[in-house]
């Protein structure tokens, strides 16, 4: 799903509703802090759901993971629902802050991904922004990468699938009935390791 700008310039839906979400939720929200709280969000998404909660690219640079698709929607957005204005940090740093432009604004997310943003804001919306940035540096996709490189979530992914398989009574329960209908000719096979995934995730 595609939004359209001002100036008639496409950005993610869903992207910009994660950095409108956050803008209204966060408190003294930068742009080096969003980016990073953003990747964290995809960590939880990943380690909750076994799937990621956007579809957006994230390199690993000086700072820890970064995108260029957050950076190209920042800009198209300000002005809209947010306004991104300069200030001084309490550290005495300039930097780009987020604000809400509008008293409500419109986002179409899901449930459970509102839970995975209100999460990650428990968690790391209070801290210090180098402990938000190390947190980021120290996850296991862009810990497996190398400094300028596209991080792969891809095996993250397989691992916390295979984890929360193991740990959902309702997958265990099904996987042995599923033996057991095999067993007796009534079960379904899978031709690939995808569809069989597709089948527990349903269950």
């Known amino acids: 799903m595609i939004y359209a700008a001002p100036h008639e310039k ?3 839906k869903k992207l910009r509703d994660i950095i409108v979400y956050f803008t209204f939720k966060a408190k003294h929200l930068t ?3 969003l980016a990073k709280l953003i990747h964290i969000a995809e960590i939880y998404s990943i380690e909750k ?3 990621r909660l956007s579809e957006i690219n994230f390199f690993n640079y000086y700072y820890g993971p970064w995108s260029p698709e957050v950076d190209h929607t920042e800009e198209l957005l300000s002005g809209g629902d947010i306004l991104i204005g300069f200030d001084t940090t309490s550290h005495g740093y300039d930097a780009s802050f987020f604000k809400p432009n509008v008293d409500k ?3 179409s997310l899901s449930d459970g991904d509102k839970t995975i943003l209100d999460d990650v804001l428990n ?3 209070f801290k210090r922004t180098p402990e938000i940035i190390e947190h980021a540096k120290s996850t296991t996709p862009c810990k497996s990468s190398e400094f300028g490189e596209l991080i792969n979530f891809d095996e993250y992914i397989e ?3 295979s984890t929360v398989i193991e740990n ?3 997958i265990v329960g099904g996987t042995l009935d599923a033996i057991e209908e095999y067993k007796i000719g009534v079960g ?3 031709k690939t390791k995808e569809g069989i995934l597709n089948h527990l995730r349903s269950l």
């Open 10 to 12: 496409i950005v993610d």
């Open 31 to 33: 742009e080096r802090r």
């Open 49 to 51: 759901f076994g799937r």
């Open 105 to 107: 604004t419109t986002i």
């Open 123 to 125: 968690d790391w919306g």
């Open 159 to 161: 691992e916390c699938i």
């Open 168 to 170: 959902d009574d309702d």
């Open 188 to 190: 379904e096979t899978f």
